[in-house]
């Protein structure tokens, strides 16, 4: 079961739901630009390495990036420092008929596949041009069915 700390603010993912269906994996080699003053990885880039194996699922499904992030949040668990070879995992939990919920697991592959952080986000797909909802691709669907 999920452990989710709620407010009128934030949602705070602790574990993976049971539902959640892993979708894709990558992997990164984290840049020196990558760092804060403290010599680990800036909290923003966390957004960016869940951004970014979003992309590639999507790429590896032949979609286009045709959505938007409703909320995105992230729960810090160990600092990364340079140098890292960092694995991201993005799973998704079921589908309603325009979202999904996506979650992230971001791990350091040098250091013993430490679990860094987890990710959370409700991912919307949108018609840009129409300013719309529009209902899950069939081939997203059929991706947490896991027929792709």
Known sequence: MTKRE???????VRRLPES???????HYVMRWGDMDAFGHLNNAMYF?????????WLMSL???????LA???CTFLHPLRFPAT??????????GKHSMDSYYLLRNRDDGNTLCAIGHGAIVWYDHK???????PSVVRESLNGVV
């Open 20 to 26: 959640a269906i892993l979708l894709h994996r990558s």
């Open 71 to 73: 909320n995105v949040s």
């Open 86 to 95: 960092i694995e991201v995992e993005l799973y998704g939990g079921p589908p």
């Open 6 to 12: 709620t407010s009128d603010k934030a949602t705070y």
């Open 48 to 56: 960016t390495y869940f951004e970014q194996v979003r992309v590639d």
């Open 130 to 136: 129409n300013a719309c909802a529009i209902p899950v």
């Open 62 to 68: 032949g979609i286009t990036h045709d959505l938007v």
